[in-house]
């Protein structure tokens, strides 16, 4: 999850009051007059003085007062964490790779110079499954049996689909006698939901 904040913001000549959530490509501000959403890629400038985070984009200048939580803010939005940063592997960790994924990040954990299998193995620290449709869920369980010790699956899913939700795919998680502790965003196009075994079943 992203970092959340009760603010207040200036935007467009107005002041608005409500909740602002750090993700990790974009910052997203609710409130009851204001719904509003700044992908980093649209950044010109960002700065942070005397408390407020100042963002300056296609849309204008907008302005956050955000405290001793400014400058962090600015940090993490002018050097954003890679997607394997966000995901976790590291150098000669196994990675197991379950399903059809972009070129990119096969390329990426690479890159990373992780152990890549397609089979799961006692040490396997991490597991990439893609889950497309409903018929996917069914893998889950046989994976997480494939599990052990402190190793992560990494259950990667399309976004803003009515026929495989983000509950679905957590429930099926969660039937397969696993916790979920944490969700990334994978692409534009897909949500990285993270299980592991019950630090009371290993």
């Keep these: ?9 200036d935007h467009q000549g107005q002041t608005y009051k409500g909740k602002a959530l750090l993700e ?19 950044i010109k400038s ?4 005397n408390g407020q985070l100042q963002i300056k984009n296609t849309d204008g200048v907008t302005i956050l007062h955000l405290g001793s939580r400014a400058e962090k803010w600015r940090d993490k939005i002018a050097n954003p964490k890679s997607l394997i940063d966000k995901l976790g592997p590291k150098p000669n960790d196994e990675v197991a790779i379950q399903g059809k994924f972009p070129r990119e990040f096969l390329q990426d954990l690479k890159n990373q110079e992780v152990k890549l299998t397609t089979k799961i193995s006692p040490a396997t620290k991490w597991i990439f499954l893609a ?32 026929s495989l939700t983000e509950s679905d795919v957590r429930t ?4 397969s006698n696993l916790t979920d502790i944490k969700v990334a965003s994978f692409s534009p196009t897909h949500t990285a939901l993270k299980f592991v075994i019950p630090t009371s079943k290993r």
């Excluded at 999850?1 to 913001?9: D, K, N, V």
């Design 1 to 9: 999850m992203g970092s959340e904040q009760l603010t207040t913001i």
């Design 24 to 42: 990790s490509n974009e910052l997203v501000f609710r409130s009851d007059g204001l719904r509003l959403k700044i992908p980093f890629a649209s």
């Design 46 to 49: 960002v700065t942070a003085a």
């Design 131 to 162: 889950v497309e449709s409903q018929s996917d869920l069914a893998k889950i369980k046989s994976t997480a049996k494939s599990m052990s010790g402190p190793a992560a699956l990494w259950l990667i899913y399309p976004k803003g689909q009515k």
């Design 172 to 175: 099926a998680g969660l039937k």
